[in-house]
């Protein structure tokens, strides 16, 4: 079965910085692409940063230029660099997996969610 095990989250300073990791782990063969969503109180779902196995990058225009996404395909493992980040970046985030090859079948999948707490 194929599980996604974030890391990473906690409280920092505005203008601190964290770093996230998600590894996928199971059977699996490859993983189309990998991302980062986050979700605050109230709010709905949204994209931070997703990369493709090919290294192709896209961002939500409020983190371009503070966050950078980078992934290792050999761990399956996708990781988030936050720097100067800001109280409006408070939310859990979450990790997906795009079309995920593995030997149960092919399937999205998200890890749990790590809390990320940005104080002014």
């Known amino acids: 079965q194929v599980q996604l095990v974030e890391s990473g989250g906690g409280l920092v300073e505005a203008g601190g910085s964290l770093r996230l990791s998600c590894a996928a782990s199971?059977?699996?063969?490859?993983?189309?692409?990998m991302g980062w969503y986050r979700q605050a109180p109230g709010k709905q779902r949204e994209l931070v940063a997703a990369?493709?196995?090919?290294?192709?990058?896209n961002y939500a225009d409020s983190v371009k230029g503070r966050f950078t996404i980078a992934r290792d395909n050999a761990k399956n493992t996708v990781y988030l660099q936050m720097n100067s980040l800001k109280p409006e970046d408070t939310a859990v985030y979450y990790c997906?997996?795009?079309?995920?090859?593995?030997?149960?079948?092919?399937?999205?999948?998200w890890g749990q969610g790590t809390q990320v707490t940005v104080s002014s």
């Open positions: 997906n997996a795009l079309r995920v090859q593995a030997r149960q079948g092919i399937g999205d999948y």
């Open positions: 199971g059977s699996i063969f490859s993983i189309n692409a």
């Open positions: 990369i493709t196995s090919g290294g192709s990058t």
